[in-house]
């Protein structure tokens, strides 16, 4: 295996290091904003965050033609860790505690990413809730309860029973 992917590898290594990093960053204030409910504020960060998920697109391409070229090369990996698994003892070894870092922090992002995903959807049902229960003033709608006394028929195209 040519050395040439050590370098390549650590490179990228470095990229990934670095949006990991605005990541970090970003979540970090994302979740205050959410934590105070500061929904204007948390609009502002949706270009920063459109940026870092490009960068990261643009990143994920290059590995994977870092990884086509390796395969080129006679390497049999199909991730940057079997293929730093295929370089030489030392290379290998080098690169080792960044990759468990870089593992590491996608982990954690993954996490934070889930959670923020969570509140945020369940804000917006509760949101929707409060909604339906002002328009309705604390009463079910009428939609589709024939059971109750006055409750309108459904016409032919909206009828549940046929």
């Known amino acids: 295996m040519p050395a040439q992917f050590s370098g390549e590898i650590r490179r990228f290594l470095?990229?990934?290091d670095n949006i990991q990093s605005a990541f970090e960053e970003l979540f970090g204030r994302k979740r205050e904003l959410l934590t105070?409910?500061?929904?204007a504020r948390?609009?502002?960060?949706?270009?920063?965050e459109a940026s870092l998920v490009e960068r990261m697109q643009r990143l994920i391409t290059r590995r994977?033609?870092?990884l086509i070229e390796a395969r080129t090369a006679g390497?049999?990996?199909?991730s940057l860790t079997g293929l730093a698994a295929e370089l030489p003892e030392d290379e290998?070894?080098?690169?080792?505690?960044?990759?468990?870092e870089a593992r590491r922090r996608t982990e954690?992002?993954?996490r934070e990413s889930w959670l923020q995903w969570i509140v945020a959807s369940r804000t917006f049902r509760h949101y929707s809730d409060l909604l339906e229960l002002m328009?309705?003033?604390?009463r079910e709608p009428a939609t589709y309860d024939g059971d109750r006394p006055g409750a309108p028929a459904g016409g032919a195209l909206l009828d549940a029973a046929i």
């Open 42 to 48: 948390l609009v502002t960060l949706a270009d920063e």
């Open 14 to 16: 470095h990229d990934l």
């Open 64 to 66: 994977g033609r870092l």
């Open 108 to 110: 954690a992002l993954r």
């Open 135 to 138: 328009a309705h003033g604390g």
């Open 36 to 39: 105070a409910a500061e929904a």
């Open 92 to 100: 290998r070894e080098s690169l080792r505690p960044e990759l468990s």
């Open 75 to 78: 390497s049999k990996a199909d």
